[in-house]
């Protein structure tokens, strides 16, 4: 059969279309389907990578998270005491009664575990004098607002709306109580009551008071009844409740330890002998303070406050390997003064965008920082904190700077150097 160049072309042509065809459909597309999963496995791959490479970045916050927060805790459980131990609470008691020359007892209560009791407000209506009437006829011609027509019909409309109030929060309460009544069980607290017998004279009652007051650890006075025996004799009952809040430090193991160097008690039992060994407490004389520390510690790098605040209500942290800025800004006006400042991780006061929480300065001439440094662990320890200064008032910024690395500082100082005084101990 004789096939011309025409169909031969045709018949080469076809060929070439027969062969495209079949690589397009048995080569061409499987190679592409492969390489679109490999391109999904890679994006998948990436978007692993990348999200293991973010949480090991966020390893560090996390530890400075969990430093901060164990800080906390440690701040808001420093009051209270970390277990109750009746033979530590005699020795405390026994101590106080005896450095205010008080003689009394001690008797306890079983070692509960429940929740606070909460203390109501009775309300009760007290009736207005016979002279009041006297004083609304003043007001009415003299021509003031306060007649007594107005009086009364503010006084009702005060009246329905405490009642209102108080209904409403009657409910609201009974409402929460019933929707929290299991959540409330949990939440219980290991307390002890005591009841301490006192006799001694008004002064020494009060000097025992006031040493309760100022006890490092809280102790609470529920109640008191006092008998007058003399002139300035005094005998009676107080009652007294301890909380403890566990730990999560060692407190607790130091807190047990007996230490009894001191003398406790009478050293003869049935002696006129007092107590020695009394601890003097020194209250800190500047307005704030801020604790630099290397990322190796236990503590946040950056811990700052106001002084003497044993709630730790005002302090904010900051825990990272480098330089940490802090913002502190004081304002004023009039004779009223008002600081607020700011980490990266936290403010004083929460809202950041107003004066500030007004405060009295310790001193009269000036407004006092004490920084409390410490020397570099090594060349990876980065830590520090850049104090930037805003001073708005009449009085001068004095920041005591003591234990700094002297060598490569922690602690640097930026502001207006005619306001601001930098002292290095």
Request: charged share 30%.
């Amino acid at each position: 059969m004789n096939i011309s160049n025409r169909e031969k072309i045709m018949l080469f042509i076809l060929g070439i279309i027969l062969i495209g065809i079949g690589y397009y459909n048995f080569v061409y597309t499987p190679m592409i389907n492969k390489v679109e999963v490999k391109k999904q496995e890679k994006t998948e791959k990436e978007e692993e990578y990348s999200q293991t490479m973010a949480t090991i970045n966020a390893l560090e916050d996390r530890k400075g998270d969990i430093k901060i927060l164990k800080s906390k805790i440690s701040d808001c459980a420093a009051k209270f005491y970390p277990t109750i131990s009746q033979e530590h609470i005699i020795l405390e008691l026994d101590k106080l009664l005896n450095d205010s020359s008080l003689k009394g007892g001690i008797t306890f209560e079983p070692i509960a575990s429940s929740t606070v009791e909460e203390v109501t407000k009775e309300r009760v209506d007290i009736k207005e004098s016979s002279l009041q009437k006297f004083v609304y006829n003043y007001d009415s011609v003299n021509g003031k607002e306060n007649s007594q027509d107005s009086r009364k019909n503010k006084d009702s409309n005060i009246e329905k709306n405490s009642n209102v109030e108080e209904k409403t929060s009657e409910n609201n309460i009974n409402q929460n109580s019933e929707a929290n009544a299991e959540e409330k069980k949990e939440n219980t607290i290991q307390y002890i009551k005591c009841v301490v017998n006192f006799d001694g004279t008004y002064k020494s009652l009060d000097t025992f008071l006031n040493k309760i007051g100022n006890n490092e650890k809280k102790i609470v006075v529920n109640s008191i009844n006092i008998t007058q025996k003399s002139l300035d004799g005094v005998s009676g009952t107080l009652g007294l409740e301890i909380y403890a809040v566990p730990r999560i430090d060692d407190e607790l193991e130091n807190y047990l330890k007996w230490i009894l160097n001191n003398t406790y008690g009478k050293e003869v039992p049935f002696s006129p002998g007092a107590a020695t060994g009394a601890v003097k407490s020194e209250t800190d004389t500047s307005d704030f303070v801020i604790s630099a520390n290397s990322i190796n510690s236990d503590l946040p790098t950056v811990v700052m406050g106001k002084s003497n605040d044993d709630g730790r209500i005002t302090y904010v942290y900051a825990d990272k390997n480098s330089a940490e800025s802090i913002q502190i800004e004081l304002n004023q006006h009039g004779d009223k003064y008002y600081y607020k400042y700011k980490t990266s991780r936290g403010t004083y006061p929460k809202d950041y965008s107003g004066e500030g929480a007004q405060f009295a300065p310790e001193s009269s001439s000036s407004i006092s920082l004490d920084v409390f440094s410490e020397k570099r662990v090594n060349s990876d320890d980065k830590s520090g904190v850049n104090i930037k200064v805003i001073n708005n008032t009449d009085k001068l910024f004095n920041i005591n700077i003591s234990g700094d690395d002297t060598t490569n500082p922690r602690v640097t100082v930026d502001g207006d150097s005619s306001k601001i005084s930098v002292n290095k101990k």
